[in-house]
């Protein structure tokens, strides 16, 4: 099970922090991805990070203002968030795969997502 924490209400230009807690199985052998959905949109890829945390992907439009990270200790993964735009209002969702690719189809487990609504 994933459970997403940290969205909410943040003005433009603003910054959160979102944690993906897992429980009943072990991150560190899961790639571990962060996807979001906007209203009247389908879900997108916005970050990856592999097992170890050596390594990093981002969407185009969050690369230079967001950042993944992973912390296996805790079994949990975060996504920082910096210089929010009205355009990153979605519901954020975590996600872990076996395979190191941007497809949603190939990760397996889900969170439930959490909200993030970047408002003035």
């Known amino acids: 099970q994933l459970e997403e924490s940290g969205g909410g209400l943040v003005q433009p230009g603003g910054s959160l922090r979102l944690s993906c807690a897992a429980s009943?199985?072990?991150?560190?052998?899961?790639?571990m991805g962060w996807f979001r959905q906007a209203p009247g949109k389908e879900r997108e890829f916005v970050a990856r990070?592999?097992?170890?945390?050596?390594?990093?992907s981002y969407a185009d439009s969050v690369k230079g203002r967001f950042t993944i990270s992973r912390d296996n200790a805790k079994n949990t993964v975060y996504l920082l968030m910096n210089s929010l735009k009205p355009g990153d209002t979605a519901v954020y969702y975590c996600?872990?795969?076996?395979?190191?690719?941007?497809?949603?189809?190939?990760?397996?487990?889900w969170g439930q997502g959490t909200q993030v609504t970047v408002s003035s």
């Open positions: 009943g199985f072990n991150l560190d052998y899961y790639v």
């Open positions: 996600a872990a795969g076996r395979v190191w690719v941007a497809t949603m189809s190939a990760y397996t487990y």
């Open positions: 990070i592999t097992g170890s945390g050596g390594g990093t």
